[in-house]
C-alpha cells in the first residue's frame, strides 16, 4: 500500500439499501461509471454485499455498499437480510430505494437507520419506466416524510442530484480526528518503536504504523525508527530526548523502563483506540479487569481474520496475561472480521483490537451495542496498558 493511499476504513461508507431488483446494482454502477455490481432482472441476484472504493467528486474518498435487497425469502434469503443488517453497522451515510408498495418495510428500515444516527437519502428509481412518478413521490413524501430524488439508474439519471444530497446530509462528525491528536506539532521529535515480529511480516509495516508515519509528515514532524532491541542506542544517538514515543504495545514495559523522563509515551493501539473509537469508554472499561473472578467470561475481537500465529497478540500473548492476573480456567472466547455477537450479556468483560480494518462507524456501532447491554469494552493497546500498571503514565 503507498502512503497517499486512502485504506477502505478511512473512507465515507455510503450503502445501498432496498427491495430486490429495485436497481441498488444498477444505482452502484451509474455512481462508479463502471460495471461494479452484477445486473440481472432475477430478484435476489446480489447475494452479499459488495463493496467498492471511489472517489465522487467534491465528497472525497468512500466505499459504495451494495447490499441483498432486505425482502428476501427463505432460509437463505433469512441470512442474506442477516448480512444486510451487518452493513448498517458500518454506514456513514444510507441510500434507500423506495417502491410504492407497502411503504411500511422502507419506513421501519429508515427508522433503524436513523435511531443510529446514519443520515437517509429516499431515492425512486427507474423513473425512465414509470407512468406516475409524481404521484409516487407524494405517496413516499406522505408516508416517510422526506421527498425522494427521482433517477433512472440505467439512463444514469439523476446522479448529480444524489451527489449533492450526499454533500449536504454528510455526517457533521465525519472528518477524521488526528491519530496523534494534539500530541505533537510541527519540529517535534517522534520516536516509533516497531517490532518487526510475525504481525508484520519481512518487507511490511502493519497499516497502523503506515497511517500514523503519514500523518507525522503531514504535520511536519521529525521522526525516527526503531526495533525494540535498537531502543538505547537509537536514544544514544538522538540529539534531543524525542517529544513522543509511540511503541508497539506488546513492548509497553520494556519501552517505559528506558525511556527518557521528558518523553511522552504511547502506543499505535492505543492511538487507534481515540481514532476509531471513544477513548475514554475504552479506559472505563479496562477497569473491569479488577473485578474479573475464574468464572468470568471475555470476548477478545478481532477485526481482520487472520489465520492463527504463534504468539498472536490476541490469541496468545493477551489470553496468557489475563489466564496469569485471573487463574487458569478464566473463559476467554475469540471473535474476527464481521462475526460479533448480538447477545453480550453473557460476558464480563470485551476486548478489541485496535480495528485497523474497520471505519469509526462500525467501532462505535460495537461500543454502543456493548453498552446497551451493560457490558464494558476495551482495545488491545488499553488493556496492555493496564496490566502492565502503566496506564496512568501514558498519553492518548
Known amino acids: ?96 430505494l423506495c417502491e410504492e408498495k407497502d411503504l411500511q418495510v422502507e419506513k421501519a428500515w429508515m427508522q433503524q437507520m436513523k435511531s443510529k444516527n446514519i443520515p437517509v437519502i429516499l431515492i425512486l428509481n427507474k423513473t425512465d419506466i414509470r407512468e406516475n412518478t409524481p404521484s409516487i413521490v407524494a405517496l413516499i413524501e406522505s408516508e416517510l416524510q422526506q421527498k425522494p430524488i427521482t433517477i433512472s439508474a440505467k439512463e444514469k439519471q439523476g446522479m448529480e442530484d444524489i451527489r449533492m444530497a450526499i454533500l449536504e446530509k454528510m455526517p457533521q462528525d465525519f472528518e477524521q480526528p488526528f491519530i496523534t491528536g494534539n500530541l505533537v506539532e510541527e519540529n517535534d521529535l517522534v520516536l516509533l518503536v516497531m517490532p518487526q515480529d510475525i504481525q508484520a511480516p519481512k518487507g511490511r509495516l502493519i497499516l497502523p504504523q503506515v497511517q500514523t508515519m503519514r500523518e507525522l509528515l503531514d504535520k511536519k514532524c521529525l521522526i525516527m525508527s526503531c526495533t525494540t532491541d535498537k531502543l538505547a542506542q537509537t536514544l544514544q544517538a538522538l540529539a534531543r530526548p524525542p517529544k513522543l514515543i509511540i511503541t508497539d504495545s506488546q513492548v509497553f514495559k520494556t519501552v517505559y523502563e528506558q525511556k527518557p523522563k521528558e518523553s511522552m509515551l504511547t502506543s499505535f493501539s492505543v492511538l487507534m483506540a481515540g481514532y476509531k473509537g471513544d477513548i475514554q469508554r475504552f479506559i472505563e472499561g ?4 479488577d473485578r474479573l473472578t475464574e468464572n468470568s467470561r471475555v470476548l477478545i475481537a478481532e477485526a481482520c481474520a487472520h489465520a492463527p500465529m504463534t504468539e498472536d497478540i ?63 469494552m476495551t482495545n488491545y493497546g488499553i488493556i496492555l496498558a493496564h496490566l502492565t500498571g502503566i496506564l496512568d503514565k501514558i498519553v492518548y
Open 1 to 96: 500500500m503507498s502512503l497517499n493511499h486512502t485504506p477502505s476504513a478511512n473512507r465515507l461508507h455510503i450503502a445501498i439499501f432496498g427491495r430486490r431488483n429495485s436497481g441498488k446494482s444498477s444505482l452502484i454502477n451509474a455512481l462508479t461509471g463502471q460495471d461494479t455490481a452484477l445486473v440481472s432482472d432475477i430478484p435476489g441476484t446480489t447475494t452479499d454485499p459488495v463493496n467498492k472504493a471511489m472517489e465522487l467528486h467534491g465528497i472525497g474518498p468512500c466505499v459504495l455498499i451494495d447490499t441483498p435487497g432486505f425482502d428476501d425469502e427463505g432460509t437463505l434469503g433469512e441470512m442474506r437480510i442477516e448480512r444486510t443488517l451487518k452493513a448498517i453497522e458500518r454506514t456513514d451515510m444510507a441510500l434507500l
Open 286 to 289: 479496562a477497569s473491569a479487569i
Open 314 to 376: 490476541g490469541r496468545v500473548k493477551i489470553p496468557r496475561l489475563l489466564r496469569k492476573k485471573i487463574g487458569e480456567r478464566l473463559q476467554i472466547d475469540m471473535v474476527s472480521g464481521s462475526d460479533f455477537p448480538k447477545d453480550l450479556s453473557g460476558y464480563d468483560l470485551i476486548i478489541h483490537c485496535g480495528a485497523c480494518m474497520f471505519n469509526r462507524k462500525h467501532v462505535l456501532s460495537r461500543l454502543d451495542n456493548a453498552s446497551t447491554q451493560h457490558v464494558p
